[in-house]
């Protein structure tokens, strides 16, 4: 009986190595969590367009096509890093819908920056109190979803894009 | 022998103690701090959600008193931070069928290790 | 030049120590070459460290490392000390600590030479995959590839006395314990656990857990004054990391103290030398490897993480595997009942363990979960106040009388003598409780604490005659370190539960009043320091329409790294602890949190005893 219990440190250090070494070849990133809402269907908002309050959009509107949503702010410097590629994607993809949501920014910091840097987006909602940022749970800008036809979110990035990411996780998925 | 007695009662004491709970009513306030010191602040290390001066830390603040204005309970507004930040955001895990082993393997451990010593125990008598 | 003598150095050091561990069979040496080799590849690495401190001293970027961590507007101390603030500097500190282990091990052992050479090639082993380590993944002594003129600076939070020595400190346990890890195969690999063994076993432990205790102690003061939210634990998952071998080993300690020949704890005891070690060793893979998130952060790699994995896996498997096959099956011979001394050793050891287990498990659930479904949870500190703190509670019980207890019976002499007190001293705190908010934590917390205190007193005048001499001193030791613990408690117990908390609004000029002190916001000031801008708010403490202090909170900013640092503001006397931080300011008016914490100093006064009773256990009558 003595030797078999003297196994068990040994089961439990393969066990708990072999964890760890997954757990560093999955590439996970401590400060990046999985989203809480993948596969999860997507929230309801209503908003008006930054350029014309009398223009709506409503989260039932975009059922039936892919939609690409991204969170930014003028105040927001890796927002400015990313912020060409999107125009690159709406090259690749023309029917991909691109949403873009100006979050807790003065409404016309955001209408400079867009001047400045030029604007990739569909639509451009305002989320100025943060309230639809809380529904998609977000937390650190940028944030960019991706919603299938279905209304499901199929991916989720915290922190801003990049080549690779797009090329490696983004264009597979349509 | 005595001593046994001794520490029997010692331990029921203290079991009664654990018992007692106080069940005055607690102010809002007192509601938002408990939850949000259990709150993880997303956009700091480790920190709490009360802890924090983050703008993040803020704005979940004053979610979390809205609700509890609202009249939701603690564990309906822990649900609503959950869908939305994931059980990353709780840092007393929730005790679901995922964390079964979490919450029950130290119990499950003094009870096993209870039995062990007492079996010892005895024997040790009978020799 | 100064970072290529320091990395050939560590080379040749590595060499050496390698070619400690050729088999005799191949290559015998007498044992005088091969202390020689051994102390010699000791001096080498010494030379390495030194000269990467003397890189930092003369703000040599040409040195990578120094380049990424220093600046020449650092104070001379905090450039010194930024040599082991780093990853690269300190993995180079921890394999110096290994090797001057086993050096001062050859000077002071008694032991014959053939167990010494077996301790010594294992002590070397353990420096080799470090040292390889470094070499290949972790090396401080990379050369710039740009000429820089300047550093980017230290990361600010590391410029805190402190926090200088509590790496090294900490080290110095974690890395004692690489020698007691030796002790313990080289005496799996003799067969023999004899007397001498015990005392030299104990004699390292007593000194690793020692400055562990330091270190930790260290780690916490700084988070209390410098992190500046009022909290010395945070269950945070580096603190974990540390608390584990400190548990491990306090288990270690009290086991051997403890042994009377027993052969069932001889094997317990070699079993818990190799945990300690291997709880190190896990300690610095989850720092390093970047797979935890916490306030610790050093920059993460996979190439570091894996390699330190492969040698957590290797060093502990090794250890396991050496006592799986070479302990021999020891009878049960303990001699138990409830309750002598013997049960209440097993059963300290027992909850020791189960703590450990639990703590270990709380902070890797959570990769595990990630690793099985992608969804990741957080186990933070309400987790292991729900489990880890009762599962310690019967062993704090047990802490007020075990060194009493008898080893044949289960008899305490005097007892009714305890059991009066006790219930004098229940109904006290039961009165206290009763005139003042109850609380069961903090009823529990003041009964089990000051019941450890009194017992504890009781059983040194019952037992012992005072002489002021150090044999005196020696035989109440264990007391002794109880009393710390208990005198810990009494601060842990007050300073959180009866922690106050007001929350103001306050602008220049203005005063707040709390029990009966006032707190005047006198003025707010700006300094430019060497190498930060300093927001000081200072604040003066009334007492009685007496100004008994200042207290100033304030902000840093650190132009370099662009960090702002909130520094908070305390007075400390014996019983309280006034601790203020500075939230934002709005229009002129600050936002203050003023923390009353009693008896907070209890805490570090308890520690410090515990440091002191294992400081008396080493030194010799």
């Known amino acids: 009986m003595r030797k078999i219990v003297l196994i068990i440190p040994l089961i439990l250090l393969t066990t708990v190595c072999l964890f760890f070494l997954l757990f560093i070849l999955f590439e996970k990133d401590p400060n990046n ?59 690749e993809k023309p029917e991909l819908f691109i949403l873009g949501f100006s979050y807790k920014d003065d409404p016309n910091d955001s209408k400079k920056y867009l001047e400045e840097e030029g604007n990739p987006y569909s639509f451009v909602g305002i989320d100025q109190d943060g309230k639809i940022g809380f529904e998609f749970g977000v937390f650190g800008l940028p944030e960019t979803f991706i919603i ?27 | 022998m005595k001593l046994q007695i001794f520490f029997k009662l010692l331990f029921f004491l203290f079991f009664l103690i654990f018992s007692y709970y106080s069940y005055a009513s607690e102010s809002v306030d007192d509601k938002v701090k408990q939850l949000t010191l259990e709150l993880r602040c997303m956009t700091c290390q480790n920190q709490s959600v009360y802890d924090s001066d983050s703008d993040y830390a803020k704005d979940i603040k004053k979610v979390v008193e809205e609700k509890f204005k609202q009249g939701l309970s603690e564990k309906e507004i822990k649900d609503v931070l959950t869908e939305r930040y994931g059980e990353y955001i709780l840092f007393r895990p929730y005790f679901n069928s995922k964390n079964l082993i979490l919450w029950l393997f130290p119990f499950i451990l003094v009870i096993a290790s209870m039995f062990v010593f007492l079996r010892n125990l005895k024997k040790n008598r009978i020799e | 030049m100064i970072s290529l003598i320091g990395f050939s150095s560590l080379c040749l050091s590595t060499i050496f120590s390698f070619v400690l561990l050729i088999p005799s069979s191949i290559l015998h040496m007498k044992i005088k070459y091969f202390l020689f080799i051994y102390r010699s590849s000791t001096l080498l690495v010494c030379i390495s460290f030194l000269s990467l401190i003397l890189a930092y001293v003369t703000s040599d970027f040409s040195n990578f490392n120094v380049f990424q961590n220093s600046h020449s507007d650092k104070p001379l101390i905090y450039k010194i000390t930024g040599a082991w603030g780093n990853h690269e500097g300190s993995i180079l500190f921890w394999i110096c600590m290994i090797s001057i282990y ?30 390889l380590f470094v070499l290949f993944t972790s090396n401080p002594f990379l050369v710039n590839s740009v000429l820089v003129k300047e550093g980017l600076g230290l990361n600010p939070i590391l410029q805190d006395p402190a926090l200088a020595i509590h790496p090294p400190v900490l080290f110095l346990g974690y890395v004692g314990f690489s020698l007691v890890f030796s002790l313990a195969i080289a005496s799996l690999l003799r067969g023999n656990q004899d007397h001498d063994w015990i005392k030299e076993t104990r004699k390292w432990s007593m000194i690793s857990w020692g400055f562990l205790t330091t270190g930790i102690a260290l780690g916490s003061y700084w988070a209390y004054y410098e992190l500046g939210w009022g909290g010395w634990w945070f269950w945070d998952p580096v603190e974990n990391i540390s608390l584990m071998p400190w548990i491990a080993g306090l288990a270690l300690v009290h086991s051997l103290l403890m042994i009377r020949g027993e052969q069932a704890i001889e094997k317990w005891i070699i079993f818990l030398a190799i945990l300690c070690f291997s709880l190190s060793i896990l300690g610095t893979f989850l720092v390093r490897s970047g797979i935890l998130t916490s ?27 050496v006592f799986l096959i070479k302990s021999p099956s020891k009878k049960n011979d303990l001699h138990l009942l409830l309750i002598n001394k013997t049960s209440a050793l097993l059963i300290n050891n027992i909850l020791m363990m ?105 059983s040194i ?28 408690i ?57 100004i008994i202090s200042y207290i100033e909170p304030g902000k840093n900013y650190y132009p370099v790294s662009k960090m702002i640092t909130t520094e908070a503001g305390i007075y400390h006397d014996w019983f309280k602890d006034i601790y203020i931080t500075l939230g934002n300011e709005n229009n002129n008016i600050w936002f203050i949190r003023v923390y009353i914490n009693p008896l907070v100093s209890f805490i570090w006064v308890g520690v410090f005893i515990m440091i002191f009773s294992s400081v008396i256990a080493v030194i010799k009558k």
């Open chain 3, 490 to 546: 009494i601060g842990i117990t007050f300073s959180s539960i009866y922690q106050k908390e007001y929350n103001f609004n306050i602008a220049v000029g203005e005063e707040v009043a709390i029990d009966n002190q006032v707190l005047k916001l006198e003025k707010i000031q700006i300094i430019e320091e060497k190498n930060y801008q300093s927001l000081k708010a200072n604040f003066s403490l009334e007492k009685k329409n007496r």
């Open chain 1, 33 to 91: 969590p999985p989203s809480a809402l993948l596969n999860k269907n997507l929230p309801v908002f209503s908003s008006a367009s930054l350029y014309n309050d009398k223009e709506n959009l409503v989260s039932d509107s975009l059922k039936g096509k892919y939609t690409l949503i991204n969170f930014f702010a003028s105040w927001c410097t890796p927002c400015r890093a990313e912020h060409h590629l999107f125009f690159e994607i709406k090259k």
């Open chain 3, 102 to 131: 086993g050096f001062l091990y050859s000077l002071i052992s008694k032991s014959i030479n053939d167990f010494k050479i077996i301790v010594l090639k294992i002590q070397s082993a353990l420096f080799l995959i470090f040292a």
């Open chain 3, 295 to 321: 306030v610790h952060s050093f920059t993460s790699d996979a190439s570091r993480g894996l390699f330190i994995l492969l040698i957590f896996f290797v060093t502990t498997g090794f250890g396991f595997l």
């Open chain 1, 148 to 174: 299938n036809s279905d209304g499901q979110i199929i991916f989720k990035h915290t922190g801003p894009l990049t080549k690779e990411i797009i090329d490696n996780e983004i264009t597979n998925l349509f």
């Open chain 3, 354 to 458: 189960i703590a450990v287990l639990t703590i270990l498990l709380g902070t890797i659930y959570p990769i595990i979960i990630e690793v099985l479904t992608n969804t990741r949870i957080s186990v933070g500190g309400p987790y292991f106040n729900s489990t880890v703190l009762p599962i310690l509670l019967p062993g704090f019980l047990l802490m007020s009388i075990a060194p009493a207890l008898s080893w044949q019976t289960n008899k305490v002499k005097k007892f009714k003598i305890y059991v009066i007190c006790f219930l004098v001293l229940s109904s006290l705190v039961v009165l206290h409780s009763y005139f003042t908010n109850f609380n069961s934590w903090g009823f529990i917390g003041l009964i089990l604490s000051t019941w450890i205190i009194i017992a504890s007193i009781i």
């Open chain 3, 461 to 488: 005048v019952l037992r012992y005659k005072f002489s002021p001499t150090m044999q005196y001193i020696k035989s109440i030791n264990s007391f002794i370190a109880h009393i710390g613990v208990g005198v810990m």
